[in-house]
């Protein structure tokens, strides 16, 4: 089999993996060696799915001694496999890196002989590449469920981030559709790279020349829509993540069915929108200080994909609201509906000089469509209608009810929708040639990606 | 009106600024290569003096601050049209107000340093990805663009610290000119297109360059087709000079 043959399995077989960012490490190349890590995380290419491509993504092999349902690796399938050598594989990375087609390795595998074989072989590359080459990139790779604790001390020696999948969100889940694994194999690493990364901060903080152990931090991924848990389970075992495990990212990827089985659900369509709002919510996490209670409960578990989860939750605590955009402390300013990040920052900066006006936040990269009824400025409110749930509720609702465009048991045909002259979507003149992604009936499609919400 | 031409280089525009701030007349500063004459307009030839230069350098650092003049720098590099007249607007506003007038996020001549040094900085970073090398004989490495801004001072120590160990040369067609590394330093020289063709066209075509476009075909998922959104973080004008497209 030729080194192309072998490329276009092992990437084809890793592709779903969506997790492709290099950020959060910062490594520089000392002398002559080469390679360096920037911590703001550089994209190399999009593909035309949308999606950054930043690292050589692949898989060691993707012969399977097990059978995970979702997964169109599993032994039971009949689908090209192949092997990369170790050599190749660093080959590969090292003449990428020179031609700056990418930022470093990605490097996964499925489980072949056993789970201990398989991580010697993932650390084999990986030293290689760091002892032998002198190579500085990026290195992300996976550790595998199962695997002993000295082999996952190992990998994180070389690695700038390491991961475990979780993909299923409940232990229930698992053992229905990935019966060879179990929540213990899985939290077992994730719970043993934490433990290792303060340790070793801990060291370094005494010892200068203690090495700092995975310093991109660990990531997971998640499917979404697979099984049946709802939103706030999924959230709910992100913060978990975040608090508890220290993780820098959780990945959400909406199911694509690739195999059938009778415990699978039969989907026609990834419910990409539902993981769109998954990842606002996650950002309201991260960076704008929500609980996962906070933005769901037992009574709403899901999100209304009509809103993003922001404005849900505006809508649901409206005795909040308004602030007064000159008053309002920072934190405050940041739970407003149509304000991000940056441009509650750009709000805090400019009231120094001087009160704003309601002119002023468009300026400020405020979107008045959503925040208009959240706000008050210099005690005036121009939303255009009441401050009232019902009222705010209709005026924000998209004209397309985005609830049915991502039922998944359902083909949406866009066209239908497109030749219907009463409804003229902002974002997509000239009307495209081809379907467009159903992400775009989304007016804050970009909001996932960015984190302005 | 009076049009203050100078000649393209930071130094020769912060002469020009030396002159045009103190005139009481209305002022226009334009880029030699840029300068179309206007019938009522007055031309005035700004030949680049760089102690003139230096007196507005200095006297911006230790009078504003280091960000406002990191900020007037990458404006420049911004390399857009008329950017010299929202340089000389903001520096006169500086002065005015103080350099706390910077936190007025609010003014429109700040949201304007904003937004263009938002972009010069934008693509500077996208770059850093973007760069494709050709290895056009062992261990030498040549790449061309056409960035939109004059982004080559903004990449410079990115390469040199990622790519210590191998020559390469990074080519700005538009701006004719390059990033040369050769091991020890990194510097910037002017490089015609038509040298830059023959550096490219001296080796066979590089085996990698059909890897990487099979990875990248690997790698899309078809069932998420998205081509707005491939568009919109990667614009079709940079397409022409990646090897996987
Ligand atoms: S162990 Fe991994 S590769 Fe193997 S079937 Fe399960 S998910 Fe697929």
């Known amino acids: 089999m030729t080194i192309q043959e072998k490329l276009e399995i092992l990437t084809g077989a890793a592709k779903y993996d969506v997790s492709c960012s290099s950020s959060g490490s910062k490594r520089s190349s000392k002398g002559s060696e080469l390679g360096s890590v920037s911590s703001g995380g550089i994209c190399h290419t999009f593909t035309p799915d949308g999606r950054c491509v930043s690292l050589l993504k692949i898989l060691l092999t993707n012969y399977c001694i097990y059978d995970c349902a979702y997964c169109a690796n599993r032994k039971s399938n009949d689908i090209n496999r192949a092997a990369f050598t170790i050599d190749e594989v660093v080959e590969l990375t090292i003449h990428f890196y020179r031609r700056n087609y990418i930022e470093g390795l990605f490097l996964s595998s499925a489980v072949f002989k056993n789970a201990n074989h398989t991580m010697e072989m993932l650390t084999s590359v990986i030293q290689k590449l760091r002892t032998d080459k002198g190579f500085g990139g990026y290195i992300h790779v996976k550790a595998i469920p199962g695997a002993s604790q000295e082999l996952i001390n190992e990998a994180g020696l070389y690695a700038d981030r390491m991961s475990v999948n979780i993909e299923l969100p409940s232990d229930r889940s698992l053992k229905l559709l990935a019966p060879d694994k179990n929540k213990e194999d899985i939290f077992k690493p994730m719970k043993q790279i934490s433990t290792n990364i303060l340790n070793y901060q801990e060291e370094h903080r005494k010892y200068k020349k203690t090495p700092i152990y995975v310093p991109g931090g660990q990531s997971t991924q998640l499917i979404i829509g697979a099984t049946p848990e709802n939103d706030l389970d999924i959230l709910s075992l992100s913060q978990k993540l975040y608090d508890k495990y220290d993780l820098k990212r959780v990945y959400y990827s909406a199911y694509i069915p690739v195999n059938t089985a009778s415990n699978l659900p039969d989907i026609k369509n990834p419910p990409t929108l539902r993981e769109h709002r998954l990842y606002q919510g996650d950002w309201l996490l991260r960076k704008y200080g929500f609980k996962a209670h906070e933005l769901l409960n037992e009574q709403k578990p899901d999100f209304d994909i009509n809103f993003d989860p922001k404005t849900n939750w505006a809508l649901n605590n409206l005795s909040l609201f308004p602030v007064e955009i000159n008053q309002a402390p920072y934190g405050v300013l940041l739970r407003v509906p149509g304000i991000g990040v940056r441009s509650a920052q750009k709000i805090a900066s400019a009231r120094r000089i001087a009160p704003l006006n309601y002119l002023d936040l468009k300026k400020l990269g405020v979107v008045l469509k959503r925040a208009q009824y959240f706000i008050t400025c210099n005690t005036k409110y121009y939303g255009s209608v009441d401050l009232d749930e019902e009222k705010i509720r209709t005026v924000l609702k998209p004209q397309i009810d985005l609830n049915e465009a991502d039922n998944p048991y359902e083909q949406l045909n866009l066209f239908d929708r497109l030749s219907d002259s009463s409804w003229k979507p902002k974002l997509l003149l000239p009307l495209a040639l081809q379907i467009p992604s159903k992400l775009l009936l989304a007016e804050d499609c970009l909001t996932s990606v960015t984190g302005e919400l | ?245």
């Open chain 2, 1 to 245: 009106m009076k049009d203050y031409v100078y000649d393209g280089s930071f130094d020769g525009l912060l002469t020009a600024i030396f002159y045009a701030y103190q005139d009481k007349d209305r002022v226009k500063i334009v880029k030699a290569a840029d300068y179309i004459p206007h019938l009522l307009n007055i031309k005035i030839s700004v030949s680049t003096e760089t102690d003139k230069a230096d007196r507005v350098y200095n006297s911006i650092y230790s009078k504003l601050s280091y960000d406002t003049l990191s900020n007037i720098y990458h404006l420049y590099l911004s390399d857009i049209p008329d950017v010299e007249n929202v340089i000389l607007d903001y520096i006169k506003l500086c002065f005015k107000y103080s350099d706390t007038i910077n936190l007025a996020k609010n003014n429109d001549t700040i949201r304007m340093v904003d937004k263009y040094k938002r972009r010069a900085y934008g693509e500077a970073h996208l770059f850093k990805g973007l760069v494709r090398f050709k290895e056009i004989a062992p261990l030498i490495f040549y790449s061309q663009i056409e960035p939109d801004h004059n982004i080559l001072p903004l990449i410079i120590d990115h390469f040199k610290r990622r790519f210590s160990d191998q020559h390469f040369i990074i080519h700005d067609l538009k701006r004719q000119y390059a990033i040369i590394y050769n091991l020890k330093e990194a510097y910037l020289r002017d490089l015609s297109v038509e040298e830059g063709n023959q550096l490219s066209h001296s080796s066979e075509s590089d085996p990698f360059e059909s890897l990487f476009k099979s990875f990248y075909q690997s790698i899309t998922i078809e069932e998420r087709h998205n081509e707005r959104q491939q568009r919109s973080y990667m614009p079709k004008r940079y397409w022409k000079h990646l090897v996987e497209m």
